[in-house]
């Protein structure tokens, strides 16, 4: 069955870094486009980073120039590079994946910006 497993979160100073990693497996990895979505809360959930089976990246305009979405196909994960965090960044971070039109998630992972 499809696993999506999140790791990576924690808390960070405004300015810092982190890399989320989202491990996937029971599906065929390399042709499937990829996305990081997060949840703060009382908001919706919201796309921030999306990656396609040829690379092909797309940001959310509040991330742009900060975050980096990569993918190694090798080992079936893909990366959310943070940089440059804001106490805006703050929220659970979820990667998601679609197939044959259902939604599959990853159980979370929490990041915290705050001084």
């Known amino acids: 069955q499809v696993q999506l497993v999140e790791s990576g979160g924690g808390l960070v100073q405004p300015g810092g870094s982190l890399r989320l990693s989202c491990a996937a497996s029971?599906?065929?990895?390399?042709?499937?486009?990829m996305g990081w979505y997060r949840q703060a809360p009382g908001k919706e959930r919201e796309l921030v980073a999306q990656?396609?089976?040829?690379?092909?990246?797309y940001y959310a305009d509040s991330v742009k120039g900060r975050f980096t979405i990569s993918r190694d196909n090798a080992k079936s994960t893909v990366y959310l590079q943070m940089n440059s965090l804001e106490p805006e960044d703050t929220a659970v971070y979820y990667c998601?994946?679609?197939?044959?039109?259902?939604?599959?998630w990853g159980q979370g992972t929490q990041v915290t910006v705050s001084s």
């Open positions: 029971g599906f065929t990895f390399s042709s499937t486009a």
């Open positions: 998601k994946v679609t197939l044959y039109r259902a939604n599959y």
């Open positions: 990656i396609g089976s040829y690379d092909i990246t």
